[in-house]
């Protein structure tokens, strides 16, 4: 079955700190992976997808990502946290039918 | 570009009572549009594909009878909650598909936060 999973449901870094989101897909889903951020009672923002060609994907606010497909991961980076990062980040991947495959979400929090 | 709306924002009703929520593609078309619910501190669940102009096709253990979708135009899908329940307090999301893009990629309304007293 198709399937999202991203490592750790919490993580914390320090301001300025290295933010590292894991996400590793099942190698059924199309190639087609995202990344989105919620903010407390709001909708979700892209911040970055990846559909063909370069493996390394910028996004906004500085995040990058890089499709790895022989480790099926598409793990999720910024070089320095900032507090306005803190948010809940969800790795998605492409389903059929143009459904998307959530993972369960990765709650972020920067602490001074 | 590629903004949803979302209409209300938040709404509290009564049990017993439906509810209808509006989700709007403002500045394109949207032949797809998809309905989500979500509890707290949960990932997103869909609930529903709605395709415009024929009927919406409804995930399992989602009883369409009580959460009825209607898509009549390229820029409007309806949720409306029938006889709501407490256990329906709920945040519901829509997106939506630019028709013919091939990238799965989907706009995010701002959701609607349900409370049923």
């Known amino acids: 079955a198709q399937s999202v999973t991203q490592l750790g449901s919490h993580v914390s870094v320090s301001e300025g700190a290295l933010v590292l989101l894991r996400c590793n897909y099942s190698?059924?889903?199309?190639?087609?992976l995202f990344w989105y951020v919620q903010y407390p009672n709001q909708g979700l923002q892209l911040l970055l997808k990846?559909?063909?060609?370069?493996?390394l994907v910028k996004g906004i606010n500085g995040f990058e990502a890089e499709f790895k497909k022989s480790e099926t991961s598409f793990h999720l980076t910024k070089p320095s946290a900032h507090m306005s990062d803190a948010a809940e980040y969800f790795c998605?991947?492409?389903?059929?039918?143009?459904?998307?495959?959530f993972g369960a979400g990765t709650r972020l929090a920067v602490h001074p | 570009g590629a903004v949803v709306s979302q209409h209300p924002s938040w709404v509290i009703c009564k049990s017993g009572t439906s509810v209808k929520i509006e989700c709007r593609s403002l500045?394109?078309?949207?032949?797809?549009m998809f309905w989500y619910r979500q509890f707290p501190k949960q990932s997103l669940m869909l609930m529903a594909t709605?395709?415009?102009?024929?009927?919406?096709?409804?995930e399992q253990g989602v009883e369409k009878d009580k959460f009825l979708i209607n898509h009549a135009s390229l820029t409007l899908s309806t949720l409306t909650v029938t006889s709501a329940h407490p256990e329906d307090s709920s945040f519901y999301i829509c997106?939506?598909?630019?028709?013919?893009?091939?990238?799965?990629?989907?706009?995010f309304g701002p959701g609607t936060r349900l409370t049923v007293t």
């Open positions: 709605s395709n415009e102009g024929s009927k919406a096709t409804y």
């Open positions: 997106s939506a598909l630019i028709a013919g893009e091939p990238s799965y990629e989907q706009y």
């Open positions: 190698s059924s889903v199309p190639p087609y």
């Open positions: 990846y559909t063909t060609g370069a493996t």
């Open positions: 998605v991947a492409g389903g059929g039918y143009n459904k998307l495959i």
């Open positions: 500045d394109f078309q949207a032949t797809t």
